[in-house]
């Protein structure tokens, strides 16, 4: 039987890469804030919600059925405000735990973001973002965000943490890099130290799907000669191969 | 001059035992939404706004001229609901970290919970209760909180970490353990194991009033024989020396 695959805030940029990639291999149920736009966003031939994160009537009813959510939904701003993030981000993050463990959902791959960790850099910057540093994060350390969006996604992944622990449920917290599409950021030494491409990003959320997880905190990036975050757990638990490397585009 | 101590929650238990040992050594202003009760919770003597958490002007205002913050306010119920613990302990943190730091607060000394780590103990106990177990959290692993009471303040810690990365304020994440006066609980392992005694609770507030910190997240427990808590960060930072034991009470 083809899984069946929630994926909230589908309208996305990540929403783009995964379907772009994975389309065709799951049994997709888009939800996203916005109708679809019919562009080249690949949200065509699967099932589509129009309804905000906010709205838990409508996210219960979308989870019906569902073997796993991807949970990208929420306000994408690094420099979001406090109101927006802590309705949408924390609390929508918790409509969406709360309503998968009520439907028996086996999974939750929550998308968390680099941010959560974003003030490891700023006493290190820009050397931590070169090949001659040995610094490295590998999802062990305690956040230090950068903004209230990190904070709302250090929150996030403490709330599938919970759920995980009290009901058992799979949960992968992504800390996703800097997603671009075709080629990384040129003249941005941070953006290529994390740049995920559109390809591997689609082939992480492929292994999040497929593998049997217990609870993970996993950076979502390329193979960068640049990276200071370990990707050896996402290769360890996961099976992530990565094909790109920043290094290739712009070295 | 005389230090000047905002306390929020003035009126709780640990807001007495913090105003019985220290009522004297301090300039305090009290806040709580409670009226006193003029019982014997020391709350005489002392400047006292009856204002709610979630009423920010009132914050803003209680904050004038003072140096150091300790923020207990919030809903103290290990079992409240998601909707309680979003508003009162994560939004109302957030509250009082933004008002301090527009206020030029040195300080702020927030009351975390023991909580935030509860499924640590899950598949350990009751031997982690024991002084047969080696079993030590020392404030250096990922929350595991064991209800949305402890979700709450594992993001106030990390809205702790936030402001001070990003504003240099001074913050200590209290992880407060089984507060009972006189003696430890009866027949209750976890709590003789994690019992703080009402004069090494004031003692260890007043450790944080007084020392030089960056940001620390510190057990607040007393010197039992059971603990699976360290204190050895408590003592190494802020020079906490417990006089009390659960195992003189009840071995």
Redesign the interface.
Known sequence: MVTSVLLTGAAGRVGSAILGGLGQDYDWRLIDREPPTGKDNHQSDHEYVVADITDKDAIREAMEDVDVVIHLAGDPRPEAG?DSV?TNN??GT?TVF?AAIDAGVEKVIFASSNHVVG?YE?ERKPDIYRTSSDFQLDG?E???????Y??SK??GE??G??FH??YDIGVVCLRIGNLTKDHPPIDYERGQAMWLSYRDCAHLFDCCITSDVDYE?IYGISDNDRKYYSIDRAHEVLGYDPQDNSADYTD
Chains 1, 2 share one sequence.
């Open positions: 406090w802590i924390i609390d918790h709360e003030h700023t062990t305690l956040p230090r965000p950068s903004n209230r990190g904070i250090a929150t403490i709330i943490r919970f622990d009290e905190i």
